[in-house]
DNA sequence: TACTTATCCTATCTGCTTAGTAGGAATTGT
DNA sequence: ACAATTCCTACTAAGCAGATAGGATAAGTA
C-alpha cells in the first residue's frame, strides 16, 4: 500500500467537501488553496473523484463540486482503493506475479493476505463523518497552555 | 508498504538459507536457481542482506552464503524494512512531506499511525522457522487426490 | 603456479510511474 | 458579450524498479 499525493489530495478534498456538505458548492480554486495542492493537478483528480461517484460538480459561473453521498458513506478505504489502487503489499496477491510457480505453496503468501487484512481493518473503518467529527472537536478544543 | 521483486527475492533467499541452516553453505547460483531470480540482480540483493547482517559469506572455490542468525531471530518485517525501506504507507508519518501545514491537526494522521500498526502487528510476528515449520509441513502433506 | 569457482564491486540501461504543467474547449449565470 | 467555472487531452521532468554488464578479488585444488 501506498498512498500517493494524488490520494492525498483526494481524501483532503472529500473532506473538505464534508465540511461543506449540504451547504455551498466549492470551487477548485478554494480547494486548492486550502488543500495546498496545484490546481491543474487538482482539476485531474476532482475528474477521477467524479468518475468514482465520490463527488458532483456544477459547471459554469458558479459552478464547484459537492460530495455525492453523506460523509458517512464514504470511507478512507474507498478513496486510496480508487485513487492508488489496490492496497496489496505485493502484486503476487492479484494474480500479476511471475515469480510464483505454485501459488499455493507459497509460505508467504498468507503474510501477505493477513496484513491486507489488517490495512483494510483500519482503512475500512474510517468514514468521513468521523472526520468531520474530529476536525470540529479540534476546533473547538480549548487551550491549555498559557 | 510496498513489497518490491528486490525484496521478494530477499525473503526467499533468507527462507532458502533458513531450509539449509547449519548445513551446506549455498551458492548465488544454486539460489537463483530455486528462487527463479536473475543471478546478477541476485548477487546485490545478497551484498545488502550481508551489510544488514543477516546473512554470512564465504569467497572463493568452495564458497557461498549462510545465515547469520537462527531462522527464529529473523522476522519478515526486519527484512522488508531493511530491502525495502519503511512500512509507513505515506511519508508524512517520517517527516518527510510538504503538505502538512501542522502536523498534530492531520486527522488522517491517526489513520495512518493505526495502518502501520496492524501491518507490523502481521510482518513482526512471523520469522522463519514459522516459514520453514510451513514448509515442511506442506512436504511431508498426504496427497487426497486420487 | 595455473586454473576453476566462487564472492564482491561499480557502472549503466530501459521502461514505468509520479507529480506536475500547458493550453484551450465547453458551460452557465449576469 | 463577458466572466467564471468545469472539463478534456496532451506533454514533460524526475525518480525508481529491475535488471544487465564487465570485471576485480579470494580461495581451494591439480
Chains 1, 2 share one sequence.
Not at 19 to 31: C, I, N, P, S, W
Request: with cysteine.
Amino acid at each position: 500500500m501506498k498512498v500517493t499525493y494524488k490520494g492525498d489530495y483526494a481524501l483532503k478534498t472529500i473532506l473538505d467537501l464534508a465540511l461543506h456538505y449540504d451547504k455551498e458548492l466549492v470551487t477548485t480554486h478554494d480547494l486548492a488553496v486550502r488543500i495546498d495542492a496545484p490546481i491543474k493537478f487538482l482539476e485531474q483528480v476532482l475528474s477521477e473523484l467524479k468518475k468514482g461517484g465520490f463527488i458532483e460538480s456544477r459547471r459554469g459561473n458558479v459552478g464547484g463540486y459537492m460530495l455525492a453521498r453523506k460523509p458517512a458513506k464514504i470511507t478512507v478505504g474507498e478513496v486510496i482503493r480508487f485513487i492508488d489502487g489496490p492496497i496489496e503489499p505485493i502484486a503476487c496477491l492479484k494474480g500479476e506475479y511471475a515469480n510464483c510457480s505454485d501459488i499455493n505453496k507459497c509460505v508467504f503468501r498468507k503474510v501477505w493476505e493477513d496484513t491486507t487484512k489488517a490495512i483494510s481493518g483500519v482503512i475500512d473503518n474510517v468514514n468521513f463523518d468521523d472526520l468531520v467529527s474530529k476536525v470540529k472537536s479540534q476546533q473547538e478544543e480549548p487551550i491549555y497552555s498559557i
